[in-house]
């Protein structure tokens, strides 16, 4: 089962990649994870890329595409994968066409104000880097982290004006991208504005009905 997500910050795409990794034991393959290893690691690909990815900035296609092709070549990815990342440009979804041939795309969609309420009333511990939710998953004392009483903030990326900002960068870079997978006809849009209790299953469904998994 060969998969792409798309989705836009804060969507929940991460959660989901991971439950349906572990449900149908195919590896998720994170560009940016992978990046952020290979920059931690002092690789000599690590040192090549570090620039672009402090500052935000897209990776030179030739390097991404060609970590994607390594990857995809390993025995982990003979019975499928989840791709969560790659393609962003054109040029990479033409490239992966060329590499393997997907079965579905599955673009999660939620309103903008249901993205902006998520990220927006995430608060972080300063101390131990535990992650609250101010209407979902509330300190029990205001401001104070649980486990050790450090103080809570919010990243600058999740302030209501810059998740905006974040949101309309998605859209501008991965439209041609959804565009191009949708006129393939590989392309399903996926609700995630729920609980991923509530989306994952949802995926499942979805992954049923195109005859990719089996009843289980
Ligand atoms: P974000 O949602 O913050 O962009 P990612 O973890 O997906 O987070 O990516 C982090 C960084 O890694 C990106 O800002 C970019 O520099 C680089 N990157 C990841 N995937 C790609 C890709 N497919 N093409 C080019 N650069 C990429
Ligand atoms: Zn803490």
Redesign the pocket.
Known sequence: MRLVFIGP?GVGKGTYATAISKRYRIPHI????M??EEIKRGSELGVRVRE??ER????P?DI?IELVRNRLSREDCKRGFILD?????LR?AEELDKMTKLDLVLNFVAPDEVIIDRLSGRRICRKCGAIYHVKYMPPRVPGRCDRCGGELYQREDDRPEVIRRRLELYRRQFKPIIEYYRRKGILVDVDASDQAEIVVPRIVEVLKSKGLVSDQ
């Open positions: 910050p994170s560009t940016g994870d990046l952020r672009y990815v935000g900035e897209l990776v296609d991404i990342g790659f393609p962003r440009t990479q």
